[in-house]
């Protein structure tokens, strides 16, 4: 079980991708739009040079996991590691092919025994003493590294996350393994499914719940939880609160009024025992939200910067035209 300090992903730094000599190349199951060519790019502030596709990659975080899975690229994993939930069902045949190295993270050494020439990560903590180590160490050794825009450290992150960025790791993640018509193929759907979500929505006052009791979490302006309601067409009872995510007071709570409750639901932090304490505390069961269950239930892994994130802005829009029915 991790604690948000560990797991949670910070805003994201957009990166840029410098495609380098016009060779190309075949890979399985490529088109032949697909550039096999060296990519070079600075991520989290670490320069990266790729001199080819690789064909031995390692994943820890779902996150990282269903991108690479979404692009298709299952052929060229040769481990995985750390899931929150199950993998989404249209992935779940792919993903059973891929050897899983660890439930969390892979010692070094059991890393090393699986010769990986990439490895990528979602959050901090992968390359982290809790993880495997300091990506630069792997670099060394002539293994590629990357980390999720959306887990650099403080200092290499954008002032706001938004859905750009993610669609820019897709693409980095693309060209790296010189895949880059499935990475517009899947953009192009996710912006279409997004735009037709926030059609929908009534710009409803949403409250998101991360988790705590005693000072509650809540999503603030500038992370993945912002990004996901303003991309679902909603207002964020936070947004003039600086971060990803804060904690406040309950009582704030109270007066900010929201119109619909967020309940992030993980293995650690149920939503089911967020609406309860919601319908028990005294500050809290009569605010309309409550009292109507105006409640939307995301899973963590959708919360995360990543493929799934469609899924959270699809349900999070439903939930704000009930709101408004």
Known sequence: MR???????????SVLIVLLTGCSGTEPRATASASAGPVALTNCGTPVTISEPPARAVTMNQSATEIMLALGLQDRMIGTAYLD??????????YAKVPVLAKE??????L???APDF??????????DEGVGDRGEWQKLGIGTYLSPAGCPKETRPAKLAMDDVFTEIREIAAIFGVQ??????????QARIAKAAAGAKGAKVLWWDGGSDAPSVGACCGSPGMIMTAAGAVNAFADVTGSWADTSWETVAERNPDVIVLVDASWDQA???????????????LPAVKAKRYVVLPFSSTSAGVRNVLAVEALARGISGAGS
């Open 119 to 128: 490895v990528y990560g979602s959050f901090s903590s992968a390359f982290g």
């Open 85 to 94: 939930d199950q993998v989404l069902p249209e992935y779940a045949a792919a």
């Open 3 to 13: 604690s948000p300090a560990s797991w949670r992903a910070l805003a994201p730094l």
């Open 181 to 190: 018509d499935r990475a517009e193929a899947l953009i192009s759907d996710q």
């Open 105 to 110: 993270y892979p010692a070094k050494e059991k």
């Open 112 to 114: 090393l025994e699986a």
């Open 272 to 286: 089911t025992a967020k609406q309860s304490f919601l319908e028990n505390n005294a500050t809290l069961k009569d």
